[in-house]
């Protein structure tokens, strides 16, 4: 179990927290490191080396943390964007 979960909203270009590329997470294992995860289309998370690329500014998109409110806001809305099990909806 983490001690600490960090969210970040990826975003660029004309996205922003309210409509973003998508969502990463960092989490934080005390002395024993963090792993890092992004949220797939069907709500599942897996590693990405996204957050370690952004702090070394080798990412092309922007990262900022968002609150756990806000990432469930954003979870939400890719719900509503892809549908439940990450299929798209009828537009």
């Known amino acids: 179990m983490p001690d600490k ?3 970040y909203a990826v975003i660029g270009g004309d996205r922003t927290v309210d ?8 989490l934080e294992f005390g002395g024993d490191g963090f792993t890092d995860e992004g949220l797939r289309k069907d709500f599942s998370w897996f590693f990405t080396p996204a957050i370690v690329e952004w702090k ?3 990412l092309g998109q922007d990262l900022v943390e968002v609150s756990h409110e806000q990432a469930e806001r954003i979870i939400k809305y ?5 549908g439940p099990f990450g299929q798209p909806l009828d537009p």
Do not use: A, H, K, M
């Open 19 to 26: 409509n973003p590329y998508g969502l990463v997470r960092r």
């Open 78 to 82: 890719f719900r509503e964007r892809w």
């Open 5 to 7: 979960i960090t969210f």
């Open 56 to 58: 070394r500014s080798d």
